[in-house]
């Protein structure tokens, strides 16, 4: 397992290193698999799966290892690819302003509405020079999930 999610409907989300994603619904014991397909362009594009989150508005994303970042449809069960590389963290901050980790890109702020990327941190910004748990905690402290008297630390 790579990442755990408990969604606000009661389904448990789990990540894997290698066999997709699985989707557990306790109440009706049913457990289903979502994996890459490369016949299926609304498959989940990759199977080793690093973050799963769910948003403000009910929405699942998947950001995976080499397949980037995937949109779930709960209604049609199927996936949309909406770019990126290699995904670590997805959260939204307290003005719900949507953030996704790219191992490339850095830390990009992505406009879910109109699938695109509305600016981007990278190693320009400085963020190369930031050891990997820091960088964590910065997106931590971003999404509101630190105090920002944390920042301080980093500096």
């Given amino acids: 397992m790579t990442s755990i999610l408990l969604d606000q409907f009661g389904f448990l989300w789990i990540g894997t290193l290698g066999y997709g994603l699985f989707k557990c619904d306790v109440v009706n014991n049913k457990l289903t698999n979502y994996k890459y397909d490369p016949n299926d362009s609304s498959s989940l594009t990759h199977d080793v799966v690093n973050t ?3 948003d ?13 970042l995937n949109k779930f449809d709960r209604e049609t069960e199927k996936f949309l690819y909406c770019g990126f590389f290699s995904n670590y963290v997805i959260c939204e901050d307290k003005q719900k302003n949507f953030w996704v980790s790219d191992y490339y890109t850095g830390l990009n702020l992505f406009d879910r509405k ?14 190369a020079s930031i ?8 997106i ?10 944390d920042y301080q630390n980093l500096i």
Avoid: M, Q
């Fill in 56 to 68: 403000s508005f009910g929405t699942i994303w998947v950001g995976t290892n080499l397949g980037g």
């Fill in 131 to 138: 050891p990997s748990s820091d960088f964590l905690r910065i």
């Fill in 52 to 54: 799963i989150f769910e």
């Fill in 140 to 149: 931590k402290i971003i999404c509101g999930l630190l105090p920002s008297s």
């Fill in 114 to 127: 109109n699938v695109k990327v509305v600016a981007s941190y990278g190693r320009k910004d400085g963020l």
